[in-house]
């Protein structure tokens, strides 16, 4: 069945350096969403991407969604303390959607 | 406030009593869906639901029931719970179909 893999499963970074994280799908897929969730909280959407090779940017943040629309990233440019926490990304394809097991990011101070 | 929620935030139960977790939303969205969270296992998407009377399974929905009477409300049932069904509940609605846009706070269930 159709999954999305996502790595690296945790990070730490001191706080200032760059992160990435990368999700890929084993099907081609319709759109890609990413969400945050805080320790102890709820997932919250980010953004939604949907065409072939598409660049995103809010902030700090830049998305980018692969040419064959398997893959995804999301990089986040000199990190803050407020960006704790466990970032998903989550395919969807036929009207299902798949999510990744997310990558925890750490921020050393 | 567009807001999600979901009631009760917390549960301990017994195997086998039935119990029914509600889920409302106030932005007239079309797409509602219920998922569970297990550390390790990530997301995975139980039942959704496109419009009222109009409901699916998602990847993991044995042991569980949905409906959809209303637009706003898409409570989550469970029969007979067991001790694996003890995870943490997400609802979450959206207008686009298959993207959850906003999520609840999220039911903590413990079933003993």
């Known amino acids: 069945g159709q999954q999305v893999m996502q790595i690296p499963q945790y990070q730490h970074v001191q706080e200032g350096e760059d992160f990435t994280t990368y999700c890929n799908s084993s099907?081609?897929?319709?759109?890609i969403q990413w969400y945050k969730q805080r320790p102890g909280g709820h997932p919250v959407f980010l953004i939604q991407?949907?065409?072939?090779?598409e660049v995103k940017k809010q902030k700090r943040l830049t998305f980018q969604f692969g040419e064959a629309k398997k893959n995804s990233s999301l990089h986040i440019t000199a990190t803050q303390t407020t960006d704790v926490g466990t970032y998903f990304c989550?395919?969807?394809?036929?009207?299902?959607?798949?999510f990744g097991k997310g990558t925890r990011l750490h921020i050393l101070p | 406030e567009a807001q999600v929620t979901q009631n009760p935030r917390y549960l301990i139960t017994v195997t086998g009593k039935k119990l029914t977790v509600t889920c409302s939303q106030n932005m007239n969205h079309e797409y509602m869906s219920w998922y569970r969270q297990d550390p390790g296992l990530g997301l995975r998407q139980i039942y959704y639901?496109?419009?009222?009377?109009?409901?699916d399974k998602g990847d993991v929905p044995e042991g569980y029931k949905v409906s959809r009477k209303e637009k706003r409300n898409f409570p989550l049932i469970l029969e007979s719970p067991s001790p694996n069904q003890t995870s943490l509940y997400f609802c979450?609605?959206?207008?686009?179909?298959?993207?959850?846009?906003?999520f609840g706070p999220g039911t903590r269930l413990t079933v003993l």
């Open positions: 639901s496109m419009n009222v009377e109009v409901t």
């Open positions: 991407l949907v065409k072939s090779g």
């Open positions: 989550a395919g969807g394809r036929d009207d299902k959607i798949i």
């Open positions: 979450a609605s959206s207008l686009l179909e298959g993207t959850p846009r906003y």
């Open positions: 099907t081609t897929l319709s759109n």
